[in-house]
């Protein structure tokens, strides 16, 4: 069975790719945060439109990154149709008897430009390396050993868990089995997920055992040699200015 | 010299007090392919995990005459590698080239070294196209292959494989068949539990039947025409010496019972024309 994995197209050649990943991963991060603190409705679309630049830079693909970005959209979306009703503020629109206000426009447009912007910046980070080299370069970012071991097997491992629900349902299914919104649908859901966990829990055993077998002593060795070359410091360097840029900006629209 | 395998009075009982190893004795020589038949529930699957030490149990068991306890557990799993039933358990790293590098890794190889065995055991199952893919993307052969390769890279004295061509159609199961015999021919120590009978004489010089303790050990030729032992234990003979056991039994004049196609064409030849 075949997924769509987040590095799926780490495999292309972009500058985003050529990047070294501890150097995106810093300098990308600071975007995110400098984007997320933002106050000023405009700097935020701008904020959003250098995500989109840097997406675009990425040569990823537009349907493989809206596939992703479709269930943060789903979840941002409520906050401009939201807060305009609960926010106090001046009066854009009184409809049978709702009222609207302005600010509460604005600041529900500003957290889903805001979030938008972050989820789209996630991609060029997470999309353009292996997923492996990502996590490497966390761990030698200073991501505790544990979090890394975790971080590789739960990627590797949560497709499985995906495939093996999969065909519990089907076989849930194949002897008559519908979903309904009542308490026996709950009890056998509820009996296929616990077996889910007990053959986890088995396979979590085999897994460690056959990692011993290869030599596995709770470390996993470095495999990532990294290297810090110019262009990875002036592609960083750009990137810091438009977060710094970002921030001046805002505060110049705010005041 | 030591012989490879050496196990004596082996006993081990699960948790839930299932006893699944009774007293299992047997010594397998160096550069022997053994093939380890049984059934469900026999205890193959712990057997071949107390030869690399990942369980502990009453008895010994002895790799390259070196016993098998906590301080040469790294020097037993450097020499013993071991290639579980499903590759899923196998294959844990994001990458098939990670998988395949982790054990070299561990054994504290150098960089390079590192890179030229996994490069070997890659190209070895053919696999090295597949290098940076992500293990769950494979298909199922593709996997068992893979799982094997995990373990080549180590470059180990003693293969130990679990069911390696369970669940796979004929062309993968005879790329694995063909792997195994071209390490049996260099003169790797193989173990290989295996419940498809049929290719039992073409992997193996001989068989160690087991049901929680060894009920026989000996040439394959030799153990898998006793049709009254394999069946007892819910075993079945191979087609081609089972048909030819058959025709001696009704009377028929067959010299030494054929296991091959080539070997039955021959004797069945002879038999047409007297």
């Given at each position: 069975?075949?997924?769509?994995?987040?590095?799926?197209?780490?495999?292309?050649?972009?500058?985003?790719?050529?990047?070294?990943?501890?150097?995106?991963?810093?300098?990308?991060?600071?975007?995110?945060?400098?984007?997320?603190?933002?106050?000023?409705?405009?700097?935020?679309?701008?904020?959003?439109?250098?995500?989109?630049?840097?997406?675009?830079?990425?040569?990823?693909?537009?349907?493989?990154?809206?596939?992703?970005?479709?269930?943060?959209?789903?979840f941002l979306l409520p906050f401009p149709l939201i807060l305009p009703?609960?926010?106090?503020?001046?009066?854009?629109?009184?409809?049978?008897?709702?009222?609207?206000?302005?600010?509460?426009?604005?600041?529900?447009?500003?957290?889903?430009?805001?979030?938008?912007?972050?989820?789209?910046?996630?991609?060029?980070?997470?999309?353009?390396?292996?997923?492996?080299?990502?996590?490497?370069?966390?761990?030698?970012?200073?991501?505790?050993?544990?979090?890394?071991?975790?971080?590789?097997?739960?990627?590797?491992?949560?497709?499985?868990?995906?495939?093996?629900?999969?065909?519990?349902?089907?076989?849930?299914?194949?002897?008559?089995?519908?979903?309904?919104?009542?308490?026996?649908?709950?009890?056998?859901?509820?009996?296929?997920?616990?077996?889910?966990?007990?053959?986890?829990?088995?396979?979590?055993?085999?897994?460690?055992?056959?990692?011993?077998?290869?030599?596995?002593?709770?470390?996993?060795?470095?495999?990532?040699?990294?290297?810090?070359?110019?262009?990875?410091?002036?592609?960083?360097?750009?990137?810091?200015?438009?977060?710094?840029?970002?921030?001046?900006?805002?505060?110049?629209?705010?005041? | 010299?030591?012989?490879?395998?050496?196990?004596?009075?082996?006993?081990?009982?699960?948790?839930?007090?299932?006893?699944?190893?009774?007293?299992?004795?047997?010594?397998?020589?160096?550069?022997?392919?053994?093939?380890?038949?049984?059934?469900?529930?026999?205890?193959?699957?712990?057997?071949?995990?107390?030869?690399?030490?990942?369980?502990?149990?009453?008895?010994?068991?002895?790799?390259?005459?070196?016993?098998?306890?906590?301080?040469?557990?790294?020097?037993?799993?450097?020499?013993?590698?071991?290639?579980?039933?499903?590759?899923?358990?196998?294959?844990?790293?994001?990458?098939?080239?990670?998988?395949?590098?982790?054990?070299?890794?561990?054994?504290?190889?150098?960089?390079?070294?590192?890179?030229?065995?996994?490069?070997?055991?890659?190209?070895?199952?053919?696999?090295?196209?597949?290098?940076?893919?992500?293990?769950?993307?494979?298909?199922?052969?593709?996997?068992?292959?893979?799982?094997?390769?995990?373990?080549?890279?180590?470059?180990?004295?003693?293969?130990?494989?679990?069911?390696?061509?369970?669940?796979?159609?004929?062309?993968?199961?005879?790329?694995?068949?063909?792997?195994?015999?071209?390490?049996?021919?260099?003169?790797?120590?193989?173990?290989?539990?295996?419940?498809?009978?049929?290719?039992?004489?073409?992997?193996?010089?001989?068989?160690?039947?087991?049901?929680?303790?060894?009920?026989?050990?000996?040439?394959?030729?030799?153990?898998?025409?006793?049709?009254?032992?394999?069946?007892?234990?819910?075993?079945?003979?191979?087609?081609?010496?089972?048909?030819?056991?058959?025709?001696?039994?009704?009377?028929?004049?067959?010299?030494?019972?054929?296991?091959?196609?080539?070997?039955?064409?021959?004797?069945?030849?002879?038999?047409?024309?007297?």
């Open positions: 069975m075949s997924h769509l994995e987040i590095d799926g197209y780490s495999h292309l050649s972009s500058p985003i790719h050529r990047w070294d990943p501890r150097v995106k991963i810093v300098s990308m991060l600071v975007l995110i945060f400098s984007i997320v603190l933002l106050k000023s409705l405009a700097v935020a679309l701008l904020g959003l439109a250098i995500s989109i630049g840097l997406l675009l830079i990425s040569r990823l693909p537009f349907a493989y990154v809206s596939q992703g970005i479709k269930w943060p959209a789903l009703l609960t926010m106090d503020g001046d009066m854009a629109l009184t409809l049978y008897g709702l009222s609207f206000s302005v600010e509460g426009l604005e600041q529900g447009l500003l957290m889903m430009t805001r979030g938008l912007a972050a989820v789209v910046l996630i991609y060029p980070i997470f999309g353009s390396s292996p997923f492996n080299t990502t996590i490497h370069a966390m761990r030698s970012l200073g991501l505790p050993e544990t979090v890394t071991q975790i971080f590789l097997f739960a990627y590797r491992y949560l497709f499985l868990l995906r495939e093996q629900f999969t065909s519990m349902t089907r076989s849930l299914s194949s002897k008559g089995f519908t979903k309904k919104t009542d308490l026996p649908t709950a009890r056998v859901l509820g009996a296929a997920l616990g077996m889910l966990f007990i053959r986890s829990y088995e396979r979590s055993d085999r897994i460690y055992k056959a990692m011993v077998s290869r030599g596995y002593n709770g470390h996993l060795p470095d495999s990532e040699r990294f290297k810090i070359n110019g262009f990875d410091l002036v592609k960083a360097l750009m990137v810091l200015v438009l977060a710094f840029g970002l921030q001046g900006l805002d505060h110049l629209a705010v005041v | 010299m030591n012989p490879a395998i050496e196990v004596i009075g082996l006993s081990y009982r699960y948790p839930d007090g299932t006893l699944a190893l009774d007293g299992v004795e047997f010594s397998i020589e160096r550069s022997t392919s053994v093939a380890l038949l049984g059934p469900n529930g026999a205890g193959k699957s712990t057997l071949l995990l107390h030869l690399n030490g990942l369980l502990g149990a009453k008895g010994s068991v002895s790799i390259l005459g070196k016993k098998v306890e906590e301080a040469n557990l790294p020097w037993v799993r450097e020499r013993v590698g071991l290639v579980f039933q499903d590759p899923e358990d196998q294959l844990f790293m994001p990458s098939l080239w990670e998988d395949v590098a982790f054990g070299p890794r561990n054994l504290g190889l150098s960089n390079r070294e590192v890179e030229e065995n996994t490069s070997w055991a890659l190209k070895v199952v053919g696999l090295s196209e597949m290098a940076e893919k992500c293990p769950h993307n494979l298909s199922f052969g593709q996997k068992k292959r893979a799982a094997l390769a995990s373990v080549l890279s180590m470059k180990p004295e003693v293969l130990v494989l679990d069911e390696p061509t369970s669940n796979l159609d004929p062309r993968s199961k005879e790329e694995v068949i063909s792997l195994i015999c071209d390490l049996k021919k260099k003169g790797t120590t193989i173990l290989t539990a295996i419940h498809d009978v049929n290719i039992v004489p073409r992997i193996a010089d001989q068989v160690l039947l087991l049901d929680r303790r060894v009920v026989e050990l000996g040439p394959a030729r030799e153990v898998l025409v006793k049709r009254g032992l394999l069946k007892g234990l819910g075993l079945d003979l191979p087609t081609i010496p089972d048909l030819f056991c058959t025709l001696k039994d009704d009377g028929y004049e067959i010299g030494d019972i054929p296991f091959t196609t080539d070997e039955a064409l021959a004797a069945l030849a002879g038999l047409i024309e007297k």
